[in-house]
């Protein structure tokens, strides 16, 4: 079965800093990977995907992720934070075969001014 | 990109009531559907997939005949939460996407509080 594993609950990082948001996954077929993030009381908004070809994704606000298949992670990275980038930031795996997407339990980023 | 609409963005209803959510794609057919729940601060949980024109699948632990899902054409499903509790009180969010194309498309939630 399909899961989606988000070992930070939260991450603080101070503005301008680094970020790095873990991914691990499982999956019995090729994955189809997504990183989404939601605004508090807010939908979804998707920031990127892997479906094939070049393992590093780039994606919207400055994001990127990179799909390492010997690890089985998708980690979510970017190179500098703003404030506004504080949310809740969702893995996600899913297949061609019945669309279905599953989400990780999410990870919470804080960031310190 | 697409655009997924859900209506309404929130609502309050009575206990024992039924309430209906709308989950419309505005500018692609949708023949697949996607209904999520979501608790406050936890992620979302998939409770059902509806296809267009058959009836929908429902996860484990989701009651069917409690939140009844229709998909009865190609731009529309509804999720009606018949006899709502306080326990109901969520998150719904709805994804739609097309066949063959893997990548799903959110609508921006409802926020259901039953009182």
């Known amino acids: 079965a399909q899961s989606v594993t988000q070992p930070d609950i939260h991450i603080t990082v101070s503005e301008g800093a680094s970020l790095e948001l873990r991914c691990n996954y499982s999956?019995?077929?090729?994955?189809?990977l997504f990183w989404y993030v939601q605004s508090p009381g807010q939908g979804l908004q998707l920031l990127l995907k892997?479906?094939?070809?070049?393992?590093l994704v780039q994606g919207i606000k400055g994001f990127e992720a990179e799909f390492k298949r010997s690890q089985s992670s998708f980690n979510l990275r970017k190179p500098s934070v703003h404030w506004s980038d504080a949310a809740e930031y969702f893995c996600a795996v899913g297949g061609n075969r019945d669309d279905k997407i599953i989400f990780g339990k999410g990870t919470r980023l804080h960031i310190l001014p | 990109g697409a655009v997924v609409s859900q209506h309404p963005s929130w609502v309050i209803c009575k206990s024992g009531t039924s309430v209906k959510i709308e989950c419309r794609s505005l500018?692609?057919?949708?023949?697949?559907m996607f209904w999520y729940r979501q608790f406050p601060k936890q992620s979302l949980m998939l409770m059902a997939t509806s296809n267009e024109g058959s009836k929908a699948t429902y996860e484990q632990g989701v009651e069917k005949d409690k939140f009844l899902i229709n998909h009865a054409s190609l731009t529309l499903s509804t999720l009606t939460v018949t006899s709502a509790h306080p326990e109901d009180s969520s998150f719904y969010i709805c994804?739609?996407?097309?066949?063959?194309?893997?990548?799903?498309?959110f609508g921006q939630g409802t926020r259901l509080t039953v009182v």
């Open positions: 892997y479906f094939s070809g070049d393992t």
């Open positions: 500018d692609f057919q949708a023949t697949t």
């Open positions: 999956y019995g077929a090729t994955p189809y």
């Open positions: 994804s739609a996407s097309t066949h063959g194309n893997t990548e799903a498309f």
